[in-house]
């Protein structure tokens, strides 16, 4: 079993930037793969980033590729999301998730964060 908690979200005007975290309980924190995701009202969640076991692997939706960065600190059961030049259709709920691999799809993703809230402003 795997609970993690998201933090960082905030209002920020467009061309800011945000760092979101994602920690994790659970000794075997390591063992997963973590996604980002994120949902707009009125729209479908939909992948952000994801970052593998070893941090080897991060794939990154086209949309946020050279803006956005993934990363991970086992040793603090912690993922993170440095998000830099943020436009306003990046706002959303952002939601971390946990898998025994690398995914791109919410599919897969057996367990879930509460999600944080990110508003650029225009």
């Known amino acids: 079993q795997v609970q993690l908690v998201e933090s960082g979200g905030g209002l920020v005007q467009a061309g800011g930037s945000l760092r979101l975290s994602c920690v994790a309980s659970?000794?075997?924190?390591?063992?997963?793969?973590v996604g980002w995701f994120r949902q707009a009202p009125g729209k479908e969640r939909e992948f952000v980033a994801a970052?593998?076991?070893?941090?080897?692997?991060?794939p990154y939706a086209t949309s946020v590729k050279g803006r956005f960065t993934i990363s991970r600190d086992n040793a603090k059961n912690t993922v993170y999301l440095q998000m830099n030049s943020l436009k306003p259709e990046d706002t959303g709920i952002y939601y971390c998730a946990a898998s025994t691999v690398v995914l791109t799809t919410h599919v897969g993703y057996y367990y879930w964060g509460q999600g944080t809230q990110v508003t650029v402003s225009s």
């Open positions: 659970g000794r075997t924190f390591s063992s997963y793969a």
């Open positions: 970052i593998s076991r070893s941090g080897g692997s991060t």
